[in-house]
């Protein structure tokens, strides 16, 4: 199987399949597809300190000079390829530090930890109809015959994980892109988590969750490939506060969609400013991490900010 990179927020799909019946329509029915933005506060807009950009120049208060860029992590041929504006970038610093680092240690690492080894069985979990959905589904996956045989020993994370994307292509991911131009370059190469440290928060969401998330994806992975779709033309405009409204539209329970982003997204941030104001202190470092933990509210930009550090749009 290829290389499965956690698609946190971006939740990919492919068309839906023909044989759904009544009681997948009644199972469903619990994951309401809404395309409104949760309504929030007139001002937001004026609350979203950077609307533009996926490149931005940081300067320390110690005048040190380091770049944070923005990623999405999609295989998708219109944003794998970087811009001349980051090449150059790049290839000026004197390190790379990637959310992290694409490679067959972290594969393999996910790859032992996806399934239960306890006994425990997903089928046993959700609805019979659900299951047998999600069986169809994950045949359009590069899973070979006895990785499709250990489907029912999937955890929930790694099935909507591994459902929420599109149909994989031989394609590298801009993250694989810029860890080989590093290479060429000699740069130093680090990373702002490991592929441990991921699945650990993967796997505290509580079973609640995973499987209303699971079910959810499941349920609306033709709407979920059309929001795809969207958020990469977003991002190829660099339209950042455009990608912030995309992460608030209602979802069928806010409660579990907060818990999920709180999780996910900003006790992650905490753990990566440390490393990332740290790494900044030496200069001529160059992070690259998914677009959101930079934009959002409470995201990293917001938090360098805060911290007295000098930010630049570049591109």
């Keep these: 199987m290829k290389y499965i990179y956690l698609l946190i927020l971006n939740i990919f799909t492919i068309p839906n399949f023909s044989y759904a019946n009544n009681d997948i329509e009644n199972l469903c029915k619990k994951f309401p597809i809404s395309t409104k933005v949760r309504e929030i506060h007139s001002n937001h807009d004026d609350n979203i300190i950077f609307k533009s950009g996926v490149l931005w120049k940081i300067i320390t208060p110690n005048k040190k000079t380091n770049y944070l860029f923005g990623t999405i992590h999609s295989q998708d041929y219109s944003v794998s390829k970087f811009s001349p504006e980051v090449r150059l970038t790049l290839v000026k610093s004197k390190k790379l530090i990637l959310e992290i680092i694409p490679n067959n240690d972290a594969n393999v690492i996910y790859k032992n930890k996806m399934y239960y080894k306890n006994g ?29 045989n250990n489907l029912k020993y999937m955890k929930p994370w790694a099935a909507f994980n591994l459902i929420g994307r599109p149909k994989p292509v031989r394609a590298p991911t801009l993250e694989s892109n810029l860890l080989k131009l590093a290479q060429e370059r000699m740069l130093e190469i680090d990373s702002l988590e490991t592929m441990d440290e991921i699945i650990s928060s993967l796997d505290e969401l509580s079973i609640h969750d995973q499987l209303n998330i699971l079910k959810d994806t499941i349920c609306n992975r033709k709407y979920i490939i059309e929001e795809t779709k969207t958020l990469i033309g977003l991002y190829i405009k660099r339209n950042a506060l455009e990608i912030v409204k995309f992460s608030k539209k209602k979802h069928a329970n806010e409660s579990i969609y907060n818990q999920f982003m709180e999780k996910m997204l900003h006790d992650r941030n905490k753990k990566m400013i440390k490393k990332i104001s740290n790494e900044f202190e030496e200069g001529d470092v160059f992070v690259a991490v998914g677009i959101l933990h930079l934009i959002a509210k409470r995201g990293i930009l917001e938090k360098l900010q805060n911290l007295g550090y000098a930010i630049e749009t570049i591109y």
Excluded at 123 to 143: G, V
Aim: proline share 3%.
């Design 120 to 148: 425990e069985q997903l089928n046993n979990l959700i609805e019979k109809p659900l299951f047998q959905k999600l069986t169809e589904q994950i045949k359009y996956y590069d899973l070979s015959e006895g990785e499709l």
